[in-house]
């Protein structure tokens, strides 16, 4: 099969039951949401791009001159009068285009993140770009990982505008840009298991995961990137039927097939696992030809949603200012998800130490995420939804976040990683 790759005439220089039943009853908006907007089964034909992002505390150095660690993950939102960085965007989903969709509220704007410990600088887009000078970055994932990418490359756009330089896929699920003030390319792979995969269909309404095999569509490119961001959750909470290897270890949510229920969570952190572990032999030897030398990982974890009631109805999400932290506490699922991409993350990183050319972190965004139900699309998803009055039923997403938004802060955070890899 051919590869059909975005580098090709490129320039080179460049408990319990109870609780798991309890979780997945609470999933089935998610579920559906996402059989509404989830994208479309992905093409058989393998594909290349670019992509990297990353988290964990980095370093700040007080009046003592001590260095103490800043844990991003812990905090609160503050007011912000200076707003977001930007207003409109070009790179855009459409779905996620909520002030030219006429979302009345800009209240939601006006927020920033603020540890507890330390300071989270606003985001310099021409820092980054410095910073990732002739380097290959990657965001590899679900719709989440695409929606933090196009956050960065608004971001990004404020200082350099990028170039669209590759496109192939049903709904722009494999790109490339390129920056040429300082030939950095930004990619986005569509992988939203990390491992292969084969998606639900029309005649088939579940999910196929071979845990042990990771998805060749990006693992392929992993020689040619220096940074790469994965990103995957919702769609571990789908329908599905697990292998490993020959073998068929289980199934969620799978009536009617006749297979045993063993839940998500460590069939998740087995596609984590498989994922850290690829990337680690691939990338782990020094004497693989071809190899860029350092490769800087990062995982970025789960993303809660925040739906209230049906997902179709008026008032889905209907927040419009964050939570006190006292106010919402992780737990459940995002609690569960959160922790098991962390723990492989430490695994990798331990695994990984004694190598001179794979850096992992984990961009723990999960609890900042948690406090932010203002920020979804809900309703202005569609543009204009309510322009011929309310009607009965009305789609609503409280998954992704409006552009610009709340995620806009998971890349200052990458940022803040890269800067204390770097020195």
């Not at 139900?373 to 204009?384: I, L, W």
Request: proline content about 6%; overall charge neutral; hydrophobic content about 35%.
């Amino acid at each position: 099969m051919d590869t059909i790759s975005p580098f090709k005439d490129q320039p080179h220089h460049f408990p319990l039951r109870k609780l798991l039943l309890l979780a997945l009853y609470a999933l089935l908006p998610i579920i559906l949401l996402f059989h509404l907007i989830g994208p479309l089964s992905l093409s058989q034909t393998k594909h290349s791009l670019i992509i990297t992002t990353s988290s964990t505390p980095s370093k700040e150095v007080g009046n003592d001159n001590v260095e103490n660690s800043c844990d991003y993950s812990d905090g609160k939102w503050v007011h912000d009068k200076l707003g977001p960085l930007y207003t409109k965007c070009g790179t855009v989903k459409e779905g996620q285009n909520c002030i030219p969709h006429g979302r009345p509220d800009k209240g939601y704007l006006y927020w920033k993140w603020k540890p507890k410990n330390c300071q989270l600088p606003r985001f310099d887009p021409k820092l980054f770009l410095q910073i990732l000078k002739n380097k290959n970055l990657a965001f590899v994932g679900d719709s989440l990982a695409r929606n933090q990418l196009e956050s960065l490359l608004c971001m990004l756009a404020t200082a350099s505008p990028p170039t669209l330089v590759f496109s192939h896929g049903e709904d722009n699920k494999f790109r490339k840009w390129h920056f040429p003030s300082h030939n950095v390319n930004v990619s986005i792979y569509w992988s939203p298991f990390l491992v292969k995969g084969i998606e639900k269909s029309d005649k088939k309404n579940y999910n196929t995961l071979f845990l042990d095999s990771v998805d060749e569509k990006w693992a392929s490119d992993l020689g040619q990137l220096d940074m790469i961001v994965l990103s995957v959750g919702h769609w571990f909470l789908h329908s599905a039927v697990y292998y490993y290897g020959d073998s068929v270890l289980g199934c969620h949510y799978c009536s009617g097939q006749n297979y045993t229920e063993i839940g998500f969570y460590d069939v998740y952190g087995k596609a984590y696992r498989t994922t850290l572990n690829t990337i680690i032999e691939r990338r782990g030897n020094n004497n693989n030809k071809g190899n860029r030398g350092i490769l800087d990982v990062i995982v970025t974890t789960f993303s809660p949603a925040h739906f209230e009631g049906e997902w179709d109805k008026l008032g889905a999400c209907p927040k419009t200012q964050p939570y006190n932290p006292e106010e919402k506490k992780l737990e459940w699922m995002d609690e569960q998800m959160r922790e098991t991409a962390i723990n492989q993350v430490n695994v990798a990183k331990k695994e990984a130490e004694n190598l001179s050319n794979v850096r992992i972190e984990a961009v723990d965004v999960t609890k900042l995420a948690l406090l932010r139900p203002d920020g979804h699309p809900g309703p202005y998803m569609h543009p204009f939804p309510f322009a011929n009055g309310i009607e009965e039923r009305v789609q609503n997403d409280c998954v992704h976040w409006c552009l610009p938004g709340p995620i806009d802060t998971w890349n200052e955070i990458l940022l803040q990683v890269i800067k204390n890899w770097t020195g």
